[in-house]
């Protein structure tokens, strides 16, 4: 018994140097572990058009699922799903279920302390529109006009900043509300996403409904867990090389019916 | 529970709520009053009237009472402007309100009105007394009287659905609630003040309601 302790006292006297002085393993990181794998994980959101949406057959679709596929493509690996709710988007890449989040994430600066955001891959723009006989041409004609928005919305964010004194906000609980008040005449404009608002436009052509001021441009991009550098740069280098040939911007037009304005890049 | 609350955020906005509060009051508070009138008008032509009235005011109040008060207030704000008539987002409230609660109201003092034993009505009859005179003091003082607490009910029920007017942009409680939480993100203390907001709002209009009950019907009997 006394000599079992101490030969376990010795083997740790022994050990202990070689502990000290081993070189550190360089953990495996998410980029290594999809390449080894040859399958990468994207979370998606299939319930927010048009960056994300099932087709008649029940696939993924929409223009971010269509930038995933394409990455996956170049990537040289199997692409597998993760379809999240808008809420899981960013707890299913932290709780590991993804190895890269692409839905449409707008870029903020409260996201950016839980997640890393790669370059953007798309804009969002809020736009006020109305109908061709109100007159809205700078925002100082928002003056004395009733201007609907949304509650909760990145438009109730920014349009009561920019919109001067004496324009008549008026606030609704759902997008649909505030749709509809346009065109029964109860507000002159509204503002909401420029995607939004063409939908509007295209379904009810006898309301020569236009555009009428930008509000604001959102970014959103494909975001991963912190510290994953490697895949982050990997991703990075795929937008650049795609923003360049123009591949990022057919995607867009094609869902969108839109135009992709400048991506900036950080 | 992880979750710090902080109401000093709620109390800077304070003077908003109460604003909102006080429309939802002035809404409520005048609903109440012409809805009365219009479910004594419905319960008397539905018990008294002659046969095309009695079905107009069946229609009418199966229809009300038999959809949602949601697409009551969408009829009255978005679709009224397609034949003509724009009502403002309040004037719509109010009117949504006091329609749904003169149907609802009106089966209550139609209740009341057939508690009335008929002999006493005869008795009326038979003492000459005209017909107005019958209705309002032999019929509808007596019936009203009987059917109050259920009426009380159904007025606070009204204001406590009022909040649902904020859809259509009527900027009462709820709405000046849902605006603040979205943008502070400290719903969880604007939603706690805001139920307290009705608690109070609602149990003011009980004790009103019963002040009223005593200044009639007790209080004005005995004179």
Same mark, same amino acid.
């Given at each position: 018994m006394k000599i079992g302790l101490r030969l376990v006292i010795l083997a740790m006297l022994v050990a202990m140097p070689a502990t000290l002085v081993a070189p550190p393993v360089r953990a495996e990181s998410t980029l290594d572990k999809i390449l080894k794998e040859k399958k990468i994980r994207v979370a998606i959101d299939v319930g927010n058009p048009p960056f994300g949406i099932l087709d008649k057959e029940g696939q993924p679709d929409g223009s971010d699922v269509a930038v995933a596929r394409q990455m996956a493509k170049d990537m040289g690996v199997e692409l597998e799903f993760v379809q999240v709710p808008s809420t899981g988007r960013i707890p299913a890449l932290l709780a590991g279920r993804a190895d890269v989040t692409i839905a449409s994430i707008s870029v903020t600066t409260d996201r950016a302390k839980t997640v890393m955001y790669c370059n953007p891959n798309g804009a969002l723009q809020i736009v006020i529109f109305g109908p061709r006989r109100v007159a809205i041409?700078?925002?100082?004609?928002?003056?004395?006009k009733r201007i609907g928005i949304t509650r909760a919305t990145l438009e109730e964010a920014t349009v009561p900043k920019m919109a001067p004194q004496g324009t008549n906000i008026v606030w609704f609980d759902d997008i649909s509300a505030t749709i509809q008040a346009m065109l029964s005449g109860q507000v002159d404009a509204v503002a909401m996403t420029s995607f939004a608002g063409k939908t509007v436009a295209d379904g009810n052509p006898d309301k020569q409904i236009e555009t009428k001021l930008p509000v604001t441009t959102a970014f959103y991009g494909p975001i991963v867990r912190p510290g994953d550098f490697e895949l982050r740069q990997w991703i990075n280098t795929w937008l650049f090389l795609n923003n360049q040939n123009g591949t990022l911007a057919s995607l867009y037009k094609k869902y969108t019916g839109l135009d992709l304005p400048p991506l900036p890049v950080f | 529970m992880n979750y710090i609350f902080q109401f000093n955020v709620v109390w800077d906005h304070l003077p908003e709520l109460l604003q909102g509060a006080l429309l939802t009051i002035q809404l409520s508070a005048t609903a109440m009053v012409l809805g009365l009138c219009v479910a004594v008008v419905c319960a008397y032509g539905k018990s008294a009237g002659p046969r095309p009235v009695r079905w107009l005011v069946a229609a009418y109040i199966e229809l009300i009472r038999n959809t949602p008060f949601l697409v009551q207030i969408f009829i009255f704000y978005f679709s009224l402007p397609v034949i003509g008539i724009r009502l403002t987002a309040n004037t719509a409230a109010l009117v949504a309100m006091t329609v749904n609660l003169g149907a609802y109201a009106s089966e209550i003092v139609r209740a009341g009105i057939e508690a009335i034993p008929h002999g006493q009505v005869e008795a009326a009859r038979a003492l000459g007394l005209k017909r107005l005179h019958i209705f309002r003091f032999i019929i509808i003082f007596p019936a009203l009287k009987t059917v109050y607490p259920a009426l009380a009910s159904q007025f606070i029920l009204l204001m406590l659905s009022s909040? %649902? %007017?904020?859809?259509?942009?009527? %900027?009462e409680l709820t709405a000046i609630t849902n605006s603040l939480a979205s943008t502070t993100f400290r719903s969880f203390e604007f939603y706690f003040v805001a139920t307290g907001l009705y608690l109070a709002m609602a149990l003011g209009f009980r004790a009103g309601l019963s002040a009223i009950y005593w200044a009639v019907f007790q209080h004005g009997r005995a004179a």
């Amino acid at each position: 018994m006394k000599i079992g302790l101490r030969l376990v006292i010795l083997a740790m006297l022994v050990a202990m140097p070689a502990t000290l002085v081993a070189p550190p393993v360089r953990a495996e990181s998410t980029l290594d572990k999809i390449l080894k794998e040859k399958k990468i994980r994207v979370a998606i959101d299939v319930g927010n058009p048009p960056f994300g949406i099932l087709d008649k057959e029940g696939q993924p679709d929409g223009s971010d699922v269509a930038v995933a596929r394409q990455m996956a493509k170049d990537m040289g690996v199997e692409l597998e799903f993760v379809q999240v709710p808008s809420t899981g988007r960013i707890p299913a890449l932290l709780a590991g279920r993804a190895d890269v989040t692409i839905a449409s994430i707008s870029v903020t600066t409260d996201r950016a302390k839980t997640v890393m955001y790669c370059n953007p891959n798309g804009a969002l723009q809020i736009v006020i529109f109305g109908p061709r006989r109100v007159a809205i041409n700078t925002p100082a004609d928002l003056v004395g006009k009733r201007i609907g928005i949304t509650r909760a919305t990145l438009e109730e964010a920014t349009v009561p900043k920019m919109a001067p004194q004496g324009t008549n906000i008026v606030w609704f609980d759902d997008i649909s509300a505030t749709i509809q008040a346009m065109l029964s005449g109860q507000v002159d404009a509204v503002a909401m996403t420029s995607f939004a608002g063409k939908t509007v436009a295209d379904g009810n052509p006898d309301k020569q409904i236009e555009t009428k001021l930008p509000v604001t441009t959102a970014f959103y991009g494909p975001i991963v867990r912190p510290g994953d550098f490697e895949l982050r740069q990997w991703i990075n280098t795929w937008l650049f090389l795609n923003n360049q040939n123009g591949t990022l911007a057919s995607l867009y037009k094609k869902y969108t019916g839109l135009d992709l304005p400048p991506l900036p890049v950080f | 529970m992880n979750y710090i609350f902080q109401f000093n955020v709620v109390w800077d906005h304070l003077p908003e709520l109460l604003q909102g509060a006080l429309l939802t009051i002035q809404l409520s508070a005048t609903a109440m009053v012409l809805g009365l009138c219009v479910a004594v008008v419905c319960a008397y032509g539905k018990s008294a009237g002659p046969r095309p009235v009695r079905w107009l005011v069946a229609a009418y109040i199966e229809l009300i009472r038999n959809t949602p008060f949601l697409v009551q207030i969408f009829i009255f704000y978005f679709s009224l402007p397609v034949i003509g008539i724009r009502l403002t987002a309040n004037t719509a409230a109010l009117v949504a309100m006091t329609v749904n609660l003169g149907a609802y109201a009106s089966e209550i003092v139609r209740a009341g009105i057939e508690a009335i034993p008929h002999g006493q009505v005869e008795a009326a009859r038979a003492l000459g007394l005209k017909r107005l005179h019958i209705f309002r003091f032999i019929i509808i003082f007596p019936a009203l009287k009987t059917v109050y607490p259920a009426l009380a009910s159904q007025f606070i029920l009204l204001m406590l659905s009022s909040s %649902v %007017v904020s859809t259509i942009s009527a %900027v009462e409680l709820t709405a000046i609630t849902n605006s603040l939480a979205s943008t502070t993100f400290r719903s969880f203390e604007f939603y706690f003040v805001a139920t307290g907001l009705y608690l109070a709002m609602a149990l003011g209009f009980r004790a009103g309601l019963s002040a009223i009950y005593w200044a009639v019907f007790q209080h004005g009997r005995a004179a």
